[in-house]
T-cell receptor, first 111, second 115 residues
Framework: EPEVTQTPSHQVTQMGQEVILRCVPI?????FYWYRQILGQKVEFLVSFYNNEISEKSEIFDDQFSVERPDGSNFTLKIRSTKLEDSAMYFCASTLRSEQFFGPGTRLTVL | KQEVTQIPAALSVPEGENLVLNCSFT??????LQWFRQDPGKGLTSLLL?????REQTSGRLNASLDKSSGRSTLYIAASQPGDSATYLCAVPKYSGAGSYQLTFGKGTKLSVIP
């Protein structure tokens, strides 16, 4: 059964460093999302992406964040200069229509 | 702004019991509602999607109901098993434009099924 994959599973970085989180959505899906979950808190929407551009972004998704679909399969989230408060699980999701399918997540730890 | 609440926050039941998890949402103008399972430190597994036109949706021992007018959904788990232990999340979509929908999540109900 097709699934969303994410790499790496865990990323440790120093404050101020750039990180790139990678996702491979389900191949025939058209809409792509990033969400994050800070430990003990709700899953929060970051950004949605369709037809090679951002459809919507939340207040969290400031200028430090960017997304890209560099080829036909990968979907990346870049954080330019990480802060301590960026430590969280980051989930990628994709959908063809209604039901969103999530990847296993990348745990980002900022020291 | 849509708010999603799940009660209870945690639930512990003996194996074999039937149980109900609750989800409420403040804006009843939803397209659908999705229930997920999350194991500790893991991703979200989609369990059921119930469309706004449906009252119920079933998958195996799981049954989700939706009452849009009252802003409520329930997830019924029959004959619970220790393997059902996980956190259960509900989420409702908000149209984000260009056909995409951002999900608003509840905080989840942490279920423990005791053998």
């Amino acid at each position: 059964e097709p699934e969303v994959t994410q790499t790496p599973s865990h990323q440790v970085t120093q404050m101020g460093q750039e990180v790139i989180l990678r996702c491979v959505p389900i191949s025939n899906h058209l809409y792509f999302y990033w969400y994050r979950q800070i430990l003990g808190q709700k899953v929060e929407f970051l950004v949605s992406f369709y037809n090679n551009e951002i459809s919507e972004k939340s207040e969290i998704f400031d200028d430090q964040f960017s997304v890209e679909r560099p080829d036909g399969s990968n979907f990346t989230l870049k954080i330019r200069s990480t802060k301590l408060e960026d430590s969280a699980m980051y989930f990628c999701a994709s959908t063809l229509r209604s039901e969103q399918f999530f990847g296993p997540g990348t745990r980002l730890t900022v020291l | 702004k849509q708010e999603v609440t799940q009660i209870p926050a945690a639930l512990s039941v003996p194996e074999g019991e039937n149980l109900v998890l609750n989800c409420s949402f403040t804006d009843s103008a939803i397209y659908n509602l999705q229930w997920f399972r999350q194991d500790p430190g893991k991703g979200l597994t989609s369990l059921l999607l119930i469309q706004s036109s449906q009252r119920e949706q079933t998958s195996g021992r799981l049954n989700a109901s939706l009452d849009k007018s009252s802003g409520r959904s329930t997830l019924y788990i029959a004959a619970s098993q220790p393997g059902d232990s996980a956190t259960y999340l509900c989420a409702v979509p908000k149209y984000s434009g260009a056909g995409s929908y951002q999900l608003t999540f509840g905080k989840g109900t942490k279920l423990s099924v005791i053998p």
